[in-house]
C-alpha cells in the first residue's frame, strides 16, 4: 500500500480531504440520479481524477 507523507496525506495539490469526500459524495448523488448508464463509474475514483487535475478549464491550461 502506498504511504504517503503526512502532509500529503491531508492534502494533494491544495486539495483538502474534506474537498475530496465532498467530491465522492458528489459524484455518487450523480451517478445514483443518471441510473444504470453510469453503474461503470466508481464515484472514488472519480473524485480522485478530478483532485489530480490542477487545470479546471481550458484557459488554466493556457495560461500554464
Sequence with gaps: M???PFSQSLHYLGYAM???QDD???IAGLKEKEGSAWNA???ESAARM???NRF???LD???Y
Excluded: E
Design 61 to 63: 491550461i493556457a495560461k
Design 2 to 4: 502506498f504511504s504517503a
Design 50 to 52: 478530478r483532485t489530480q
Design 41 to 43: 463509474i466508481n464515484p
Design 24 to 26: 465522492i459524495k458528489n
Design 18 to 20: 474534506s474537498q475530496y
Design 56 to 58: 479546471k478549464t481550458g
